[in-house]
């Protein structure tokens, strides 16, 4: 994690973990390579972590 806020990362994935289940979302994490990684990285971080989370936004 060097290329996104680890804040933001952490929340997206908290609320992906949430959402999809603890299970899968490690399981993609774990099987990410060096060209897959940062686009895991950068999907939990923008498409989870700036979503709103489950405030009806």
């Given at each position: 994690?060097?290329?996104f806020?680890?804040?933001?990362?952490?929340?997206?994935?908290?609320?992906?973990?949430?959402?999809?289940?603890?299970?899968?979302?490690?399981?993609?994490?774990?099987?990410?390579?060096?060209?897959?990684?940062?686009?895991?990285?950068?999907?939990?971080?923008?498409?989870?972590?700036?979503?709103?989370?489950?405030?009806g936004h």
């Amino acid at each position: 994690m060097s290329v996104f806020d680890e804040e933001l990362f952490l929340k997206g994935l908290e609320q992906r973990k949430s959402t999809l289940g603890a299970e899968y979302v490690e399981k993609n994490l774990a099987s990410a390579d060096d060209f897959t990684r940062p686009f895991q990285e950068a999907m939990t971080a923008w498409c989870w972590g700036l979503d709103g989370g489950d405030d009806g936004h």
